[in-house]
């Protein structure tokens, strides 16, 4: 998939394409609005992620432009202007998604997944892990028939390792997933260390979940292929 | 409290009743002068007629000088009498005076006026009496009549000054309905208010402008937000990107990755110290819409589940007692949420296992109230006072809280008007008290 990633801080958009890169997306990268618009005037790209805050254009303007060309590009809003206003207009403007800096790179790349699966209609298909199979579609969790009662927030953990897998995910990454940046203050490590163990606790009385991995001094990873 | 209308028409009363009773004590004095002066004049006319009789037909027809010497004569109703007698005293009187006179087993108080003169070089007394019955009368009417006039007036003007007041107090009665409507000053009705009296045009036109003043100040603040985070987040989102991509890397070595996360953990402090006061500053600049309307039992519920798995892991006891329920109107749900959760959340790092968390929602004296305590360490009345203050609370140090958790939890209380407390006992407890606002029960 092509993205084209415009924004101004180059230290960032150059770290974002090496994330996406090893992801396998092919990037582009535009400093500046003018930069961008001359691009996605050549380019066909199915993401944009678009930094709101350009020194010479206005975002929401650039969103406009694409759109009236009649692109089918799908917009990844990126912004450090927190504000709601901005999110709402954004959104208005035919945006898919809005991602507050800082982001974590994995939270961006499940942004995009997401997006792409709505946009291309993906049928979302169980994942196997060891004697577990995960549905996707009615978010439950079964052991050989068994359902595992998990609650929604450890499921939506399992869930985000899943859609991560082979990757070591921080803490802080899995709580700003799903608590979201409201609670940024209470944040406590314990508090995922607490849900991992109770979630283990559950898959173990079904079966040995060895795939759910902790990584010492950093964090989680589901191992499983 | 008093409203401006009934003090306007009290005052009015007051003024009238005053005014009453002034002209009561002091009218029938006045109209008996004027009575008194009428009859003394009309005496002395009197007088002098009967002095001209005198000297036309001489004195023989009303007094011979065979008889006792003594003429007098009474109409029949004895308003008045004339007496003519002979007299030895020296003096020469003239005055007019009341007195008493017994006629016919009948005691009436009379003006008189008193009057000697010569003829024939004989000394003559001549006096000349009214009664001062009719005048008593005149003045009993006359007070009656005032009274009953006068409360009528009283009454009706009563009426129709309420009435007036409440017409011409009309705009000032709109201009305070505009100020209770606002939530925020942009929502100011910035039409003028429609009236001809200068003071509540002048009124209008200040409140407006200071309305645009303050939206114009909040909409400032709301920039050097906007800027401030900007300038802040994005150094911070390069470094995190860095470290997030070395974290990813499969050459990194265990010890290496250790580092990076311990730098990530320094980053996400610095980065929700930030975040921190920037939701404090955006609440403190209205930039948060308060228009949903919810239950509080539920979102309590709602919190307490989420939290409880962490109690239960420390070992303490959350449970809900729920009274009363409250539908919040006019609030921002995921603040009221953050409130909550922050406070719920700090309970229950500061209570020791086996310890006790209760979320207790009740009504009282008409206001809605929720209720958070521990059983945990307790505060002193040092640490109680600086407890919102921001930075100045580190209550527990299991945490990675930046210590700023109970001042958002204050602003967004006062955003809310609700109203929170604490009382603290050493080594018994915490309680933190929420009360909301009447208003939106």
């Given at each position: 998939?092509n993205?084209l990633?415009?924004e101004?801080?180059?230290?960032?958009a150059?770290?974002?394409?090496?994330?996406?890169k090893?992801?396998?997306?092919?990037?582009?990268?535009?400093?500046?609005?003018?930069?961008a618009?001359?691009?996605?005037?050549?380019?066909?790209?199915?993401?944009?992620l678009?930094?709101l805050?350009l020194?010479?254009?206005?975002?929401l303007?650039?969103?406009?432009?694409?759109k009236?060309?009649?692109?089918?590009?799908?917009?990844?809003?990126?912004?450090?202007?927190?504000?709601?206003?901005?999110?709402?207009?954004?959104?208005?403007?035919?945006?898919?998604d809005?991602?507050a800096?800082?982001?974590?790179?994995v939270?961006?790349?499940?942004?995009?997944?997401?997006?792409?699966?709505?946009?291309?209609?993906?049928?979302?298909?169980?994942?196997?892990?060891?004697?577990?199979?995960?549905?996707n579609?009615?978010?439950?969790?079964?052991?050989?028939?068994?359902?595992?009662?998990?609650?929604k927030k450890?499921?939506?953990?399992?869930?985000?390792?899943?859609?991560?897998?082979?990757?070591?995910?921080?803490?802080?990454?899995?709580?700003e997933?799903?608590?979201?940046?409201?609670?940024?203050?209470?944040?406590?490590?314990?508090?995922?260390?607490?849900?991992?163990?109770?979630l283990?606790?559950?898959?173990?009385?079904?079966?040995?979940?060895?795939?759910?991995?902790?990584?010492?001094?950093?964090?989680?990873?589901?191992?499983a292929? | 409290?008093i409203?401006?209308?009934t003090?306007?028409?009290?005052?009015?009363?007051?003024?009238?009743?005053?005014?009453?009773?002034?002209?009561?004590?002091?009218l029938?004095?006045i109209?008996?002068r004027v009575?008194?002066?009428?009859?003394?004049?009309d005496?002395?006319?009197?007088?002098?007629?009967?002095?001209d009789l005198?000297g036309?037909i001489?004195?023989?027809?009303?007094?011979?000088?065979?008889t006792?010497?003594i003429?007098?004569?009474?109409?029949?109703?004895?308003?008045?009498?004339?007496?003519?007698?002979?007299?030895?005293?020296?003096?020469?009187?003239?005055?007019?005076d009341?007195?008493?006179?017994?006629?016919?087993?009948?005691?009436?108080?009379y003006?008189?006026i008193?009057?000697?003169f010569?003829?024939?070089?004989?000394?003559?007394?001549?006096?000349?009496?009214?009664?001062?019955?009719?005048?008593?009368?005149?003045?009993?009417?006359?007070?009656?009549?005032?009274?009953?006039?006068?409360?009528?007036?009283?009454?009706?003007?009563?009426?129709?000054?309420?009435?007036?007041?409440?017409?011409?107090?009309?705009?000032?009665?709109?201009?305070?309905?505009k100020?209770?409507?606002?939530?925020?000053?942009?929502?100011?009705?910035?039409?003028?208010v429609k009236?001809?009296?200068s003071?509540?045009?002048?009124?209008?036109?200040?409140l407006?402008?200071?309305?645009?003043q303050?939206?114009?100040?909040?909409?400032?603040?709301?920039d050097?937000?906007?800027?401030?985070?900007?300038?802040?987040?994005?150094?911070?989102?390069?470094?995190?990107?860095k470290l997030?991509n070395?974290?990813?890397?499969?050459?990194?070595?265990?010890?290496?990755a250790?580092?990076?996360e311990?730098?990530?953990?320094?980053?996400?402090?610095l980065?929700?110290?930030?975040?921190s006061?920037?939701?404090?500053?955006?609440?403190?600049?209205?930039?948060?819409?308060?228009?949903?309307?919810?239950?509080v039992?539920?979102l309590?519920?709602?919190i307490i589940?989420?939290?409880?798995?962490?109690?239960?892991?420390?070992?303490?006891?959350?449970?809900?007692e729920?009274?009363?329920?409250?539908?919040?109107?006019?609030?921002?749900?995921a603040?009221?949420f953050?409130?909550?959760y922050?406070?719920?959340?700090?309970?229950?790092?500061?209570?020791f296992?086996?310890g006790?968390?209760?979320?207790?929602?009740?009504?009282?004296?008409?206001k809605?109230?929720?209720?958070?305590?521990?059983?945990g360490?307790?505060m002193?009345?040092?640490?109680?006072?600086?407890?919102?203050?921001?930075?100045?609370?580190?209550?527990?140090?299991d945490?990675?809280?930046?210590?700023?958790?109970?001042?958002?939890?204050?602003?967004?209380?006062?955003f809310?008007?609700?109203?929170?407390?604490?009382?603290s006992?050493?080594?018994?407890?915490?309680?933190?008290?929420?009360?909301?606002?009447?208003?939106?029960l």
């Amino acid at each position: 998939m092509n993205v084209l990633i415009v924004e101004d801080e180059t230290g960032l958009a150059k770290e974002i394409a090496t994330f996406l890169k090893t992801e396998n997306f092919l990037c582009d990268l535009a400093f500046t609005g003018i930069e961008a618009s001359e691009k996605i005037a050549v380019n066909l790209y199915d993401f944009i992620l678009l930094d709101l805050g350009l020194p010479d254009y206005n975002g929401l303007d650039l969103i406009r432009e694409t759109k009236k060309a009649g692109s089918e590009a799908s917009f990844i809003i990126i912004t450090a202007r927190g504000a709601v206003e901005d999110k709402v207009k954004g959104l208005d403007l035919g945006a898919d998604d809005y991602l507050a800096k800082p982001f974590a790179l994995v939270e961006l790349l499940s942004r995009i997944n997401a997006v792409a699966r709505r946009k291309f209609n993906v049928q979302v298909h169980d994942i196997v892990l060891g004697d577990f199979i995960m549905q996707n579609q009615s978010r439950k969790l079964f052991c050989e028939g068994n359902e595992v009662d998990l609650t929604k927030k450890e499921y939506d953990l399992l869930h985000y390792l899943v859609l991560n897998r082979n990757k070591v995910l921080t803490r802080h990454q899995l709580y700003e997933h799903i608590w979201g940046n409201i609670l940024d203050d209470q944040y406590d490590s314990n508090f995922i260390d607490v849900h991992i163990k109770n979630l283990r606790k559950k898959l173990n009385f079904h079966s040995p979940s060895p795939w759910l991995e902790t990584v010492r001094g950093v964090g989680y990873r589901v191992s499983a292929g | 409290m008093i409203r401006l209308k009934t003090k306007l028409a009290l005052f009015n009363l007051l003024s009238k009743l005053v005014f009453t009773a002034l002209f009561l004590l002091f009218l029938p004095w006045i109209v008996e002068r004027v009575n008194l002066r009428q009859v003394d004049n009309d005496l002395i006319q009197k007088r002098e007629n009967t002095i001209d009789l005198i000297g036309k037909i001489g004195i023989e027809p009303f007094i011979h000088s065979d008889t006792s010497g003594i003429f007098g004569s009474y109409n029949i109703l004895k308003e008045e009498f004339i007496s003519l007698e002979r007299t030895g005293i020296a003096e020469d009187l003239n005055y007019i005076d009341v007195t008493d006179r017994i006629i016919e087993e009948e005691e009436i108080a009379y003006r008189v006026i008193n009057y000697t003169f010569m003829v024939d070089g004989q000394k003559y007394l001549l006096e000349i009496g009214k009664s001062l019955a009719s005048i008593q009368y005149a003045r009993r009417n006359i007070n009656r009549i005032i009274l009953v006039f006068l409360g009528f007036i009283i009454l009706i003007t009563l009426v129709t000054d309420l009435q007036y007041t409440r017409i011409i107090l009309s705009p000032l009665k709109k201009i305070t309905g505009k100020l209770k409507e606002i939530s925020s000053p942009s929502t100011f009705d910035m039409i003028p208010v429609k009236t001809n009296t200068s003071d509540f045009v002048s009124l209008d036109n200040a409140l407006r402008d200071l309305m645009v003043q303050i939206d114009e100040s909040f909409r400032k603040e709301k920039d050097i937000t906007v800027n401030i985070s900007h300038e802040l987040m994005t150094p911070v989102s390069v470094l995190r990107s860095k470290l997030e991509n070395m974290l990813l890397r499969d050459d990194i070595d265990p010890d290496t990755a250790n580092k990076v996360e311990e730098s990530l953990k320094t980053l996400h402090r610095l980065q929700s110290l930030v975040n921190s006061l920037l939701l404090i500053a955006r609440i403190e600049s209205h930039q948060y819409l308060r228009e949903e309307s919810f239950s509080v039992q539920a979102l309590l519920q709602e919190i307490i589940e989420e939290v409880n798995p962490v109690a239960e892991d420390k070992e303490v006891t959350l449970t809900g007692e729920f009274i009363n329920d409250h539908q919040f109107i006019q609030a921002n749900r995921a603040l009221v949420f953050s409130m909550f959760y922050n406070v719920v959340n700090n309970a229950i790092r500061n209570t020791f296992p086996e310890g006790k968390v209760v979320v207790k929602t009740f009504s009282e004296h008409g206001k809605f109230r929720t209720n958070i305590s521990d059983t945990g360490n307790g505060m002193s009345e040092a640490q109680m006072s600086t407890l919102f203050t921001r930075f100045k609370t580190k209550r527990g140090d299991d945490g990675d809280g930046t210590g700023i958790g109970l001042a958002i939890a204050k602003v967004i209380a006062d955003f809310h008007k609700i109203e929170i407390s604490v009382a603290s006992e050493p080594r018994k407890g915490t309680t933190f008290s929420f009360i909301f606002p009447e208003s939106s029960l």
